[in-house]
C-alpha cells in the first residue's frame, strides 16, 4: 500500500499493528521518500518518484538464517558464524525466544552495526541444552515467520514450550499449524 500511495495524490496512511516489520519503511526513506511514523500509522506524500542511492547493502534474511541458528542450538558440539545477517529489531524475535530458552548466541562485534538503513551483524551460535519456554501472544509479529522452526526447537528442548496466540499462522500462504 506504501509503495502504491507514492503514486497517489495526497497522504497515504497505513495502520497496523504496534509491531510491523519496518524494513519496507527504512528502504523508502533511503530512496528519498518523506515517511513518518506516528504509534502503528506510517505515512507518506505522493510524489511519484524514488531517487536511487546508487549501491547500497541488503543484509542476509534472519527468516532463512533461523534454520542455522536451530541447527546450530540443537546439534551437540556445534559452532557456527552467520554473517552479515539482518538484525533488524522487527524481525529478531526468534533471538530473544531462543536466548531464553537456553540458546548460545551472541552478537559479534556485540551490536548491531546499520548500513543502508537497516541494522546488521554476524551472530555466533553454539550448541545449548535448550529448556522450555513460554511465547506470549505480544512476541508473535516479531517471529511469525520462524515460528514453525522454533517449533522444532522447542522439540529438542527439555520442559515444556507455550505458544500463545499463534492463530495467524493458520492464514499464512498455508495452514502452518495444520502443517
Do not use: C, W
Amino acid at each position: 500500500v506504501l509503495l502504491a500511495g507514492l503514486f497517489a495524490s495526497g497522504k497515504t496512511t497505513v495502520i497496523g499493528p504496534p509491531t510491523i516489520r519496518d524494513h519496507t519503511v527504512r528502504m523508502l526513506r533511503l530512496f528519498g521518500a518523506a515517511v513518518s511514523r506516528a504509534g502503528n500509522a506510517v505515512s507518506l506524500r505522493g510524489t511519484g518518484h524514488l531517487k536511487s542511492p546508487g549501491k547500497f547493502f541488503i543484509p542476509g534474511d534472519i527468516s532463512s538464517a533461523s534454520f542455522f541458528l536451530v541447527l546450530a542450538s540443537i546439534v551437540t558440539g556445534s559452532r557456527l558464524v552467520l554473517r552479515n545477517v539482518s538484525l533488524n529489531p522487527t524481525r529478531t524475535g526468534l533471538i530473544s525466544v531462543l536466548k531464553r530458552m537456553g540458546a548460545s548466541l551472541r552478537l559479534s562485534p556485540g551490536k548491531a552495526s546499520v548500513r543502508g538503513g537497516e541494522p546488521y551483524g554476524s551472530i555466533i551460535v553454539r550448541s545449548a541444552l535448550l529448556h522450555g519456554t513460554t511465547v506470549k501472544k505480544e512476541e508473535i509479529p516479531l517471529l511469525i515467520d520462524e515460528l514453525p522452526i522454533l517449533m522444532v526447537a522447542a522439540s529438542y528442548a527439555s520442559g515444556m514450550t507455550v505458544i500463545e496466540g499463534a492463530q495467524e499462522l493458520r492464514v499464512k500462504e498455508t495452514d502452518r499449524i495444520a502443517s
